[in-house]
């Protein structure tokens, strides 16, 4: 089902606080409760939203780490379905450019993470691993992608910035 305006309000809301009142979101939109209630679900049901409760690994002690990852002998998408299976792994997505899969992950602390890389390098189709340690972070799960039909929350539909 596509999303439309009223579906794009709704999922910047809940970006912003996803445990904001349906009843708040539905007078803010204009909308019944019920409508709210319906919108979320579809949203879930579909898989376009999740809503959960993200926080800092650097606060927990914990390391985050990003890796770009170059397949070889292999497709991509078979590797980065075993590579998903991985339970430090938060995060893997197909990438076009120099690297094959791009993928986020948090360990506990440095023998987690190299327990982690050793994971990878046995995984049939790997050519190469660049990691990427995380040493501060400062904004992180800030997507906003749905603003607009452009798939860019800060262009306007005609492509020119739009004044928010």
Request: charged share 25%; hydrophobic share 40%; with cysteine.
């Amino acid at each position: 089902m596509a999303v439309d305006e009223l579906d794009r309000r709704l999922i910047d809301l809940l970006a912003t606080d996803g445990r904001r009142a349906f009843t708040d979101i539905a007078v803010e939109l204009g909308v019944s409760e019920a409508t709210i209630r319906t919108r979320v679900s579809r949203l879930t049901s579909d898989g376009t939203l999740r809503i959960v409760a993200l926080c800092n690994p650097l606060t927990l002690g914990h390391q985050p780490v990003r890796f770009r990852i170059t397949v070889r002998d292999f497709t991509p998408a078979d590797v980065a379905r075993t590579i998903a299976d991985i339970a430090m792994v938060g995060h893997v997505a197909l990438i076009a450019g120099r690297n094959d899969i791009y993928l986020e992950a948090t360990a506990r602390d440095l023998d987690q993470l190299m327990t982690l890389l050793d994971e990878l390098r046995q995984i049939r189709g790997i050519a190469d691993i660049e990691p990427n340690v995380i040493s501060r972070l400062y904004k992180d799960y800030s997507w906003r992608g749905l603003r607009n039909r452009s798939g860019d929350w800060s262009l306007g539909g005609s492509g020119e910035r739009a004044h928010t």
